[in-house]
């Protein structure tokens, strides 16, 4: 029980197939495939580069889409989770179990079934444009748009936003509002000056698992965006398994992207910030 | 502890999947005529021996609607077992095989690949003995250009790209019949597009009549420039997904290849279908063994099985193509072999071009230029961004004074 | 938790607005799991043939039984690697733990898809060291995508989960008990096995738990390690969605729904029982 050793075979395990990949991803990143001179067609040598990390700066329209696309899903998620978990968490008893449930229940459902399911409510012939045909309106261009995008991304990381959310309000004392109210604070000043500040912690947590998973998805923009919203994730994936195979250039776009999210995390605070991260995880 | 009712949960499906597997066990067995001798087919029978099968998606007779499913039956027949997984692109079987990612066995890519994947030394040479049934084969489906002698592969399947489009969408008959309908604005958001870099980038070359081989940089780029400006036109680019959105009606025109034209055709009365008179790519599909596959000649064996006529017949019943197997269209209905789609007349593909691998620079290229089209984007709206960066700023301002003011108030009080 | 006011009528709307965002699309998959068409924008008529046609769909089968053992063996390759990699965090200094914790973190925080890309990368490094010593050493080890580097994989991303439920037990642990179990006379092995294993066990099956859960569900990571063998039920419903997805996947995330919400239920009944007796048990003791 004094002993460190126990924690040895994580130790390596973490070495072998956490840190030995990034240290790969970043060798891949800095190295690039050239034809050997004379050589066999096909055949190639291994050699240095930058060239790989100063060509992700062609791709600046796609890191900014993401980017703003990730921000916008993360502040509407923001927007419309921070009252449910308000909600939840003043619920008592049996309600606040009934509707804690009923919030997760759908991440039991497979993220590709239900936004396919999203792709046939949302389709020209979808059936929410058929809803509305039926009042005369529409039809609406919803699918394959950057707006299905950001939906997508909603939906599918909502439970994200609610359950740090939830867990930091449950801790707010309801005597602590009481006191806040006897002591002459009306309703909005309740809010602003002791919920608020009181659940900074989970929103920051709340922001950072909805932004960083939003930001680097890849299957949702094919899906709902049509193939014309490309993002990072996508944009990762055509280099490795994809329609433009160039593992060096995926890589050197990958190791973006992680800086891009490490510096997010830096605005965040977040990084290592164990006590925090412990009670939200599902 | 709200946790526990995971674990019942998991124990329930768990207990739900293993009447499935019996209740799968029953299935018909459908009696086949084989043209090679059974012998041939059971030696590997109780060895346990396994093969992975990667094919295009919808390009195997499955089972479904009371067809043969062809997997099954070689499972059955040769005792073999079989993994059967499916790719959207060329490219994509291109980007697995280089990774690594995966062991295959059998692997059924078109023409340019063949050529340019024998080119790189990817492929392992058959051997003909162990495939019997190429006896069947049409002569002129063999000793094709990209593979001469047919040392590494066996034709599975020809077609050629033309452009489906739904009737009842479209604005003018008269438009029908050139690539240029795909650059029209009428239809705008009402376009799909290829999601491929070389079926979309052959469109751009045909309509503006360059080879759809060039290695010319300067051509490619012009194509690049048609593909940019047709972008805001085009709906979705895609593959499989087509169907889906063809048969739902979803858009008016697509480019895509003739034998999966003639399936949606069959679902759905509105579909239409033509051959662009500035020319088209026509194609073929063949079977290859890539290296690193660790059962050949189970594999061998499963290339001789989609010779079998009979087997054959009932893929191309079941995906629309055209055969090279003769023997097999001796045995397909005369609706299927007489349909214009799917066996066009000569004057019909008299102007029509095949791929042909290209350099490895040219690939390279190709593969950039495409990254290129799809990340570029017209119609992006420039002042969101700066605004989010601000409002992003703002907002991490804002926690850090918010940070600080509560440290200093705790300060205070203590 | 005392107040329990009751819901005001835009808090009811609201809810009532957000569960209809939520719950829109699973019924739509409920509902065309009983189409009888194939068609996914027109409903046709009512049947239950796509519930009798699942079960004779190999590669959906498959793929269930994949997906269960995956997540199965490597929840608990992960619950016992995790569960002892936490006690010895707990043992070592602030600076050794801090950077050990880093990159228990790094991940949970890192974009999966960089963690499947890396995974991939190592993988096919292993590959050609294998062919290599196979070439030159006449060790001869098997190794390909499959099942081996996914379970792999998966135990990866699942150990962080176990730690970080482990971790928070420990910590409330009072380490007095275990001194004192040593004191009457345990081995060390028995101190840990009677005393501190009954006391983080919550921590350890919720730990296990979760890993069984990311398991299940994880589309992403699989998606780069897997081989053609090892296809897992998100693989195969994603080779679905691009092209028709059948509806058979709908009659199955149907079942799977049905189950989750009746055990959901049960425990909720279940819960909601045992904290009325103890209510009733506590306020019985203040009359007294």
Not at chain 1, 36 to 63: M, W, Y
Not at chain 2, 371 to 391: F, G, K, W
Not at chain 3, 184 to 202: H, S, Y
Request: net charge negative; aromatic share 12%; glycine share 8%.
């Amino acid at each position: 029980m004094k002993t460190k050793a126990t924690a040895f075979p994580y130790t390596i395990w973490m070495v072998i197939f956490i840190v030995v990949p990034l240290l790969l991803v970043a060798y891949f990143a800095f190295t690039a495939q050239v034809p050997v001179e004379g050589g066999l067609a096909g055949e190639t040598r291994t050699v240095f580069t930058i060239d790989n990390i100063s060509q992700v700066g062609k791709f600046a329209p796609v890191l900014t889409r993401s980017i703003t696309l990730a921000a916008i899903a993360t502040v509407i998620c923001l927007i419309i989770c921070y009252p449910i978990a308000y909600i939840i968490s003043r619920g008592g008893g049996v309600y606040q179990r009934t509707l804690l449930m009923l919030v997760m229940l759908p991440m039991w459902m497979n993220f590709l079934l239900r936004t396919y399911a999203w792709m046939t409510l949302l389709e020209k012939n979808g059936l929410i444009n058929r809803f509305f045909g039926l009042f005369g309106l529409g039809p609406f261009e919803m699918i394959n748009t950057g707006g299905a995008v950001v939906l997508g991304m909603v939906y599918n990381y909502m439970p994200f936003m609610i359950l740090p959310l939830y867990s930091i309000m449950t801790k707010i004392e309801v005597t602590t509002i009481e006191a806040a109210r006897d002591l002459g604070a009306d309703g909005l000043h309740v809010f602003l000056r002791v919920i608020l500040p009181l659940s900074i912690p989970g929103v920051k947590t709340g922001i950072t698992m909805v932004f960083v998973p939003a930001v680097s998805t890849f299957i949702i923009s094919r899906m709902l965006g049509g193939g014309g919203y490309l993002l990072i994730g996508d944009l990762i994936d055509l280099q490795f398994l994809g329609n433009a195979y160039n593992p060096n250039l995926g890589a050197a776009i990958s190791i973006v992207l992680m800086v891009l999210i490490l510096l997010c995390m830096s605005i965040f605070n977040q990084f290592g910030d164990e006590e925090e991260m412990e009670g939200t995880l599902l | 502890m709200r946790k526990r009712w995971l674990s019942i949960a998991l124990a329930a499906l768990i207990c739900l999947s293993f009447p499935a597997m019996a209740w799968a066990e029953e299935e018909d067995g459908g009696e086949l005529e084989l043209y090679t001798d059974e012998a041939y087919y059971t030696r590997f029978a109780g060895q346990g021996i396994s093969i992975n099968v990667y094919n295009w998606g919808e390009y195997i007779s499955d089972g479904s609607d009371d067809t043969l499913n062809v997997n099954r039956a070689f499972q059955d027949l040769t005792g073999i077992r079989v993994y059967y997984s499916t790719y959207a692109t060329n490219e994509e079987l291109y980007s697995k095989l280089r990774s690594g990612n995966a062991n295959y066995d059998v692997i059924i890519p078109s023409d340019y690949m063949i050529g340019r994947m024998i080119n790189e030394s990817m492929l392992l040479p058959l051997d003909k003995d162990n495939i019997p049934n190429l006896q069947y084969m049409d002569e002129t489906f063999l000793n094709p250009i990209y593979d001469p002698g047919d040392v590494y592969s066996v034709p599975y399947t020809w077609g050629y790209v033309g452009v489906i489009y739904n009737k009842t969408l479209i604005y003018d008959e008269e438009e029908l019949g050139s690539w240029d309908i795909l650059w029209n604005e009428k239809y705008l958001g009402n376009i799909l597009m290829f999601s491929n870099s070389r079926d979309a980038f052959a469109i751009a070359q045909s309509r503006n009549g360059y080879s759809l081989n060039t290695t010319d940089p300067d051509e490619l780029r012009d194509c690049l420039e048609d593909l940019k400006a047709q972008k805001s036109l085009v709906q979705a680019y895609v593959m499989d997904e087509i169907f889906d959105k063809m048969l739902g009606g979803e858009a008016a025109l697509a480019p895509y290849y003739a034998g999966d034209a003639l399936t949606m055709m069959d679902d759905n009365e509105d579909l239409g279908f033509f051959i662009p008179e500035e020319g088209t790519n026509i194609f073929a599909d063949a079977m290859c063994i890539p290296k690193g596959s660790r059962e050949k000649e189970a594999a061998e064996m499963y290339i001789n099985f989609m010779l079998e006529p009979e087997v054959g017949a009932a893929n191309i019943e079941y995906i629309g193509y055209g055969t090279p197997n003769a023997e097999a269209k001796e045995l397909l209905d005369e609706e299927i072999t007489g349909n214009p789609v799917a066996y066009p007349s000569e004057e019909e593909l008299a102007n029509t071009e095949a791929f042909a691998a290209l350099p490895q620079n040219t690939s390279l290229l190709l593969d950039e230029l495409w990254t290129e089209l799809l990340s570029n984007d017209e119609q992006y709206n420039r002042i969101l961004v700066p605004m989010i960066m601000l409002a992003a700023i703002l907002l991490s301002i804002g926690i850090n004074v918010q940070r600080h003011l509560r440290k200093n108030k705790r300060n205070y009080f203590s | 938790m005392t107040g329990v006011t009751k819901m005001k009528w835009y808090a009811k709307t609201y809810i009532g607005f957000i569960m209809a965002f939520l719950y829109l699309p699973i019924l739509v998959l409920i509902v065309y799991s009983f189409n009888e068409s194939k068609s996914r924008s027109y409903f046709t008529g009512f049947t239950l043939n796509w519930y009798k046609q699942l079960f004779t769909n190999d590669l959906i089968i498959n793929s269930l039984m994949n997906t269960l053992v995956v997540a199965l063996i490597s929840s608990v390759v992960a619950t016992i690697i995790g569960t002892a990699a936490a006690i010895g965090i707990m043992n070592m200094n602030k600076w050794l733990r801090a950077a050990v914790m880093n990159f228990t973190y790094l991940p949970i925080i890192n974009p999966e898809i960089i963690t499947g890309v890396s995974m991939m990368l190592l993988f096919g490094a292993f590959q050609t060291l294998f062919a290599w010593l196979g070439e030159n050493t006449g060790v001869n080890i098997p190794f390909q995508f499959g099942y081996v580097t996914l379970v792999l994989a998966h135990i990866t991303f699942n150990i962080p989960y176990v730690i970080l439920n482990v971790m928070p037990k420990l910590r409330q642990m009072d380490k007095s008990i275990y001194e004192a179990a040593l004191d009457l006379g345990c081995n060390e092995w028995q101190a840990f096995t009677k005393v501190v294993v009954p006391d983080i066990m919550p921590g350890i099956t919720a730990g296990f738990l979760t890993s069984i859960t990311m398991s299940l569900d994880d589309f992403i990571i699989s998606y780069f390690v897997s081989g053609p063998t090892s296809q897992t039920l998100p693989i195969t419903i994603f080779s679905m969605t691009r092209r028709k997805v059948s509806p058979e996947i709908n009659a199955l995330s149907t079942i799977i729904f049905v189950v989750v919400l009746a055990v959901l239920i049960l425990v909720n009944i279940n819960d909601a029982r045992k904290e009325k007796l103890l209510r009733k048990k506590a306020g019985g003791g203040s009359r007294a």
